[in-house]
């Protein structure tokens, strides 16, 4: 069966161990090399990836084209507007002509029924780089920095802080998979879709929401937070004024564990979701997560084509 990565479950917590672990190995073999130069055994050698962006990217653009590079493979990068479908051709047709021609392919889109719709007719495996739902390759680096930094998954505590959004929705996802527990913080109206909570909790993490932004942050192990307007919304005052008690700021990582993490998948607005001080700070660790974007992107290329 075609191997897509629409969402964190597709690959289930033991694969998702497998690739954290691959990607701990192939980061250290490749230490002090330069950037553009590939793993010594390029297991991706003569696959191409076509990647298709429908929203701005930095990080998630990068990150995969460097990714199949030193995996020993090639990419095509399109941006949705240039290509047939900004001009109406369907999703089913792109996906059947794409997967005659490259080996794997990325999407970064808006309504993820238009990935699920993707991966339905692609013969080649669909990896989400976001969606409005979902932001899966990004909770593979946020895992894999914690796990760098020390903490142990299963049973840590996570505090989430802002926005109930895409983001949120894969590290819940991620507390089922791995055996750890959310707390969450929003604002009464900005809160996730309950769908990936009611899963983590049958696979038995604790998934809580509190409208208390100290109350989250106490404790914990982890604190993450993201934008509060997220690609595609509007830029609405009211939800800025609402989502201000949960700003990051240091008294907040005053009342996590003193060794927490500070987590945020960038880009940062700063002033808003998290003030300087936190986001600059010792506890933060967001150019490694940034970094990791790449090594944890590579595991999941490896897994979705197989070699993992
Ligand atoms: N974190 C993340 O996905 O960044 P980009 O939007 O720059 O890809
Ligand atoms: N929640 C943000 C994440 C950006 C990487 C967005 O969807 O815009």
């Given at each position: 069966m075609t191997r897509h990565f629409l969402n964190l479950s597709n690959a289930g917590g033991d694969a998702i161990a497998a690739m954290i672990a691959d990607a701990i190995d192939r980061k250290a073999a490749r230490a002090g090399w330069p950037k553009g130069k590939a793993d010594a055994?390029?297991?991706?050698?003569?696959h191409t990836l076509a990647m298709i962006f429908e929203k701005s990217s930095t990080r998630t653009r990068v990150s995969f084209d460097m990714a199949i590079r030193q995996l020993g493979g090639t990419s095509i990068v399109m941006d949705g507007g240039s290509m047939q479908l900004g001009r109406g051709e369907t999703l089913a047709d792109t996906a059947r002509v794409l997967s005659r021609m490259v080996d794997a392919i990325m999407i970064r889109t808006d309504d993820h029924a238009k990935i699920e719709e993707m991966a339905h007719y692609a013969t080649v495996p669909v990896i989400n780089g976001l969606t409005d739902l979902s932001h899966p390759c990004q909770i593979m680096a946020d895992l894999l920095t914690v796990i760098e930094h020390g903490v142990a998954l299963p049973g840590s505590e996570w505090a989430w802080l802002g926005d109930g959004n895409n983001v949120l929705h894969s590290v819940i996802e991620a507390a089922g998979l791995m055996k750890f527990n959310v707390r969450f913080g929003v604002p009464q109206g900005y809160e996730p879709d309950p769908r990936f909570a009611v899963e983590a909790e049958k696979l038995g993490a604790k998934i809580t929401l509190s409208r208390d932004a100290q109350a989250v942050a106490k404790g914990a192990d982890v604190v993450v937070t993201d934008t509060w307007i997220s690609m595609g919304q509007e830029h609405v005052h009211n939800k800025l004024a609402a989502m201000m008690p949960y700003q990051v700021t240091e008294d907040l990582m005053a009342l996590a564990k003193p060794d927490a993490k500070f987590l945020h998948c960038l880009p940062a607005h700063r002033g808003e979701e998290v003030v300087d001080a936190v986001i600059d700070?010792?506890?933060?660790?967001i150019w490694d997560e940034a970094e990791n974007r790449l090594h944890a992107q590579k595991s999941v290329l490896l897994w979705a084509l197989g070699k993992l």
């Amino acid at each position: 069966m075609t191997r897509h990565f629409l969402n964190l479950s597709n690959a289930g917590g033991d694969a998702i161990a497998a690739m954290i672990a691959d990607a701990i190995d192939r980061k250290a073999a490749r230490a002090g090399w330069p950037k553009g130069k590939a793993d010594a055994d390029a297991p991706l050698a003569g696959h191409t990836l076509a990647m298709i962006f429908e929203k701005s990217s930095t990080r998630t653009r990068v990150s995969f084209d460097m990714a199949i590079r030193q995996l020993g493979g090639t990419s095509i990068v399109m941006d949705g507007g240039s290509m047939q479908l900004g001009r109406g051709e369907t999703l089913a047709d792109t996906a059947r002509v794409l997967s005659r021609m490259v080996d794997a392919i990325m999407i970064r889109t808006d309504d993820h029924a238009k990935i699920e719709e993707m991966a339905h007719y692609a013969t080649v495996p669909v990896i989400n780089g976001l969606t409005d739902l979902s932001h899966p390759c990004q909770i593979m680096a946020d895992l894999l920095t914690v796990i760098e930094h020390g903490v142990a998954l299963p049973g840590s505590e996570w505090a989430w802080l802002g926005d109930g959004n895409n983001v949120l929705h894969s590290v819940i996802e991620a507390a089922g998979l791995m055996k750890f527990n959310v707390r969450f913080g929003v604002p009464q109206g900005y809160e996730p879709d309950p769908r990936f909570a009611v899963e983590a909790e049958k696979l038995g993490a604790k998934i809580t929401l509190s409208r208390d932004a100290q109350a989250v942050a106490k404790g914990a192990d982890v604190v993450v937070t993201d934008t509060w307007i997220s690609m595609g919304q509007e830029h609405v005052h009211n939800k800025l004024a609402a989502m201000m008690p949960y700003q990051v700021t240091e008294d907040l990582m005053a009342l996590a564990k003193p060794d927490a993490k500070f987590l945020h998948c960038l880009p940062a607005h700063r002033g808003e979701e998290v003030v300087d001080a936190v986001i600059d700070g010792p506890q933060s660790l967001i150019w490694d997560e940034a970094e990791n974007r790449l090594h944890a992107q590579k595991s999941v290329l490896l897994w979705a084509l197989g070699k993992l």
